[in-house]
């Protein structure tokens, strides 16, 4: 086996929200995308996207209330929206390092960034790697899964704020929680 002689890059964590018309990429659209970095002082992105269909769950709607024919007018492509989001990370990241997306819940909102990005640009400047919060304060607490919702993660990193379910503050508030969660869990490191 081969010795490596070169280090991997250094992280540069990004943390991404959306909001979208539905549960899935195959059959909704994204409609908004929100995102910062972690470290301070924080640069941020926000972006609205036309819809590439009509359809909305009415359970979407009752979460962000983003009107899907105001996008459809006002929004960007979804192409120049994924162009306009990659150029920014790209901006933003400094050479030496490689982009990880961070959100709470990441799942959800990786595999409408991973769909859209390869669908529109045919390539995910983030790669493979996303980094998903709730997991992260699964670990550090040796909680269960149940408690990683935000009832549990806002008092103990936002002040009890609750989350507005636009895309750029959302991304604001997980990188606070995820940078308060890097710095407990060095103080631990240290002991």
Same mark, same amino acid.
């Given at each position: 086996?081969?010795?490596?002689?070169?280090?991997?890059?250094?992280?540069?964590?990004?943390?991404?929200?959306?909001?979208?018309?539905?549960? /899935?990429?195959?059959?909704?659209? @994204? @409609?908004?995308?929100?995102?910062?970095?972690?470290?301070?002082?924080?640069?941020?992105?926000?972006?609205?996207?036309?819809?590439?269909?009509? #359809?909305?769950?009415?359970? =979407?709607?009752?979460?962000?209330?983003?009107?899907? #024919?105001?996008?459809?007018?006002?929004?960007?492509?979804? =192409?120049?929206? &994924?162009? &306009? *989001?990659?150029?920014?990370?790209?901006?933003?990241?400094?050479?030496?390092?490689?982009?990880?997306?961070?959100?709470?819940?990441?799942?959800?909102?990786?595999?409408?960034?991973?769909?859209? *990005?390869?669908? *529109?640009?045919?390539? /995910?400047?983030?790669? %493979?790697?996303?980094?998903?919060?709730? +997991?992260?304060?699964? +670990?550090?607490? =040796?909680?269960?899964?149940?408690?990683?919702?935000? #009832?549990?993660?806002?008092? !103990?990193? @936002?002040?009890?704020?609750?989350?507005? %379910?636009?895309?750029? !503050?959302?991304?604001?508030?997980? +990188?606070?929680?995820?940078?308060? &969660?890097?710095?407990?869990?060095?103080?631990? /490191? #240290?002991?």
């Amino acid at each position: 086996m081969p010795i490596m002689t070169e280090s991997p890059p250094s992280d540069y964590f990004i943390s991404v929200d959306i909001e979208t018309a539905g549960p /899935n990429p195959n059959q909704y659209s @994204l @409609l908004t995308i929100g995102a910062c970095t972690i470290e301070e002082p924080r640069s941020t992105f926000y972006v609205e996207l036309q819809p590439v269909n009509d #359809k909305m769950t009415p359970e =979407s709607y009752a979460i962000h209330r983003l009107d899907i #024919k105001r996008l459809a007018e006002r929004g960007k492509s979804p =192409s120049e929206a &994924m162009a &306009m *989001f990659e150029n920014w990370i790209l901006s933003e990241i400094p050479e030496e390092c490689r982009p990880v997306f961070v959100a709470f819940n990441a799942p959800f909102d990786w595999m409408f960034i991973n769909d859209y *990005f390869h669908r *529109f640009l045919g390539r /995910n400047p983030f790669g %493979h790697t996303a980094l998903d919060i709730k +997991a992260y304060y699964m +670990a550090l607490n =040796s909680s269960s899964w149940a408690e990683t919702s935000m #009832k549990y993660v806002s008092p !103990r990193y @936002l002040n009890s704020r609750e989350i507005t %379910h636009h895309a750029l !503050r959302d991304a604001i508030d997980q +990188a606070e929680i995820f940078q308060k &969660m890097l710095v407990e869990a060095a103080a631990r /490191n #240290k002991n």
